[in-house]
């Protein structure tokens, strides 16, 4: 196991555009995050999933967010729509129900022009 | 409300020379404290938690209550710790799930 990774890791869009990011958590992990950081602000929490269920979804999360785990292992982040306020670092991460922290992967970089 | 505030953006000292990096928070409640790292060009990492009470290449952090802070601590940097430095918080509000984190110090050890 590669630890968590993420894909593409970078991503540049017109306005406009949609875009779906994918995250593959470490395989034994049955909770996954996605956190959104931009340029001098530390990660904050988008939404995630216990399982394949989505728990809990921050309100940073616009109707053109959506996030899916259909068989509760990888995950995508689709944003519809996409507009320039959307640029940032999409992070995803995961962990063990009750485990020491989590384990990031190295982010998704969106760019939209 | 959670929040995390790290006061310094930048905390520059020379190699050997100790170093204290500023954590406060705001919770009502018994929160869970951490601290993350991101070296260059790598990704985000624990660097430790509260309720473990390790050392961490050097590094501690306690837990003040009372001061309502976490600031974490080295008694002699080293060049490799130049990184950037996050404090996040958790807790029963969040259900012990998500993580509020702080904006981030970046710590640059000169030789």
């Known amino acids: 196991d590669t630890g968590v990774s993420q894909d593409p890791r970078h991503k540049i869009t017109k306005r406009g555009q949609n875009v779906t990011f994918r995250c593959d958590p470490i395989s034994e992990h049955n909770r996954l995050y996605w956190y959104r950081q931009t340029l001098g602000q530390g990660p904050e929490f988008l939404t995630y999933?216990?399982?394949?269920?989505?728990?809990?979804k921050s309100r940073l999360l616009s109707d053109r967010f959506s996030a899916e785990r259909p068989k509760g292992s990888f995950s995508t982040l689709e944003i519809q729509r996409t507009e320039q306020g959307d640029s940032a670092m999409y992070l995803c991460?995961?962990?063990?129900?009750?485990?020491?922290?989590?384990?990031f992967g190295s982010g998704t970089r969106l760019t939209v022009v | 409300a959670q929040r995390v505030t790290q006061p310094e953006k930048l905390l520059s000292v020379f190699k050997g020379a100790p170093v204290e990096l500023k954590c406060n928070y705001s919770?009502?409640?018994?929160?869970?404290l951490f601290w993350y790292v991101q070296y260059s060009r790598q990704r985000l990492q624990l660097l430790l938690r509260?309720?473990s009470r390790e050392s961490i290449k050097g590094f501690t952090a306690d837990l003040n209550k009372g001061e309502t802070s976490f600031h974490l601590k080295k008694p002699f940097a080293q060049e490799e710790d130049s990184a950037m430095y996050y404090c996040a918080l958790s807790g029963m509000n969040t259900g012990f799930q998500k993580l509020v984190f702080g904006t981030g110090t970046r710590l640059l050890v000169s030789p």
């Open positions: 991460a995961s962990s063990l129900l009750g485990g020491d922290g989590y384990t």
């Open positions: 999933f216990q399982n394949e269920a989505q728990l809990e």
């Open positions: 509260h309720i």
């Open positions: 919770y009502s409640g018994s929160p869970e």
